[in-house]
């Protein structure tokens, strides 16, 4: 990912992949897709410490041997270890071969998750372009709460520095 790319518009998609030994004509077919989006770059990534939310506008990841209840542990801990270095700012695309409908504590986890992520069957690859552009407006939101935040802590830190020098002079009157 460029500069220049960010510049005329484009989105980058980190691709992460947790079995690349595992060679698939679905993760090429997928792969295939995601490049043929306008305004894209795709790039791989090796593992989540290549993330930050500057760099990457959503992120693809495919958990494809994973049954219900290690997909659940393995969310549980993904979210787990992203949130911590700040990453949850980037909204995910997972591609899973599980029926959603097989696991009833998806929607609870989902809805206490701070986290904005979408899970797609392969064999719903159509939806693909809808869901990227989605996740990418929901990221175009995050940076908005984020530049936001940082906005707040600024008008808060100079607020503190005037009451601060408000609560010295206040000091040296009732001095003299």
């Known amino acids: 990912m460029t500069k220049e790319s ?13 079995e690349p030994k595992r060679a698939e004509s679905l993760k090429n077919l997928i792969e295939k897709k995601i490049k043929s989006l306008p305004s894209l770059n795709m790039t791989k ?16 990841l495919y958990s494809w041997n994973l049954d219900e209840e290690q997909f659940l542990q393995w969310l549980q801990g993904f979210e787990t270890r992203w949130s911590k270095d700040y990453s949850i700012w980037i909204p995910a695309l997972i591609i899973s071969t599980l029926d959603l409908f097989s696991i009833p504590e998806i929607l609870e986890r989902t809805t206490s998750s701070n986290w904005y992520f979408d899970v797609v069957h392969p064999d719903h690859i159509s939806s693909l372009p809808i869901r990227v552009a989605n996740l990418l407006r929901i990221h175009d ?8 935040e940082r906005e707040l802590k600024l008008l808060q830190n100079q607020v503190h520095s005037i009451e601060q020098q408000l609560g010295l002079r206040k000091k040296e009157d009732s001095d003299q």
């Open 141 to 148: 939101h995050l940076r908005e709460l984020m530049r936001y």
């Open 45 to 60: 990534i090796k593992g989540l410490d290549e993330l930050s939310p500057e760099g990457f506008d959503a992120i693809v």
């Open 6 to 18: 960010k510049e005329n518009g484009y989105k980058t998609i980190g691709l992460l992949d947790l």
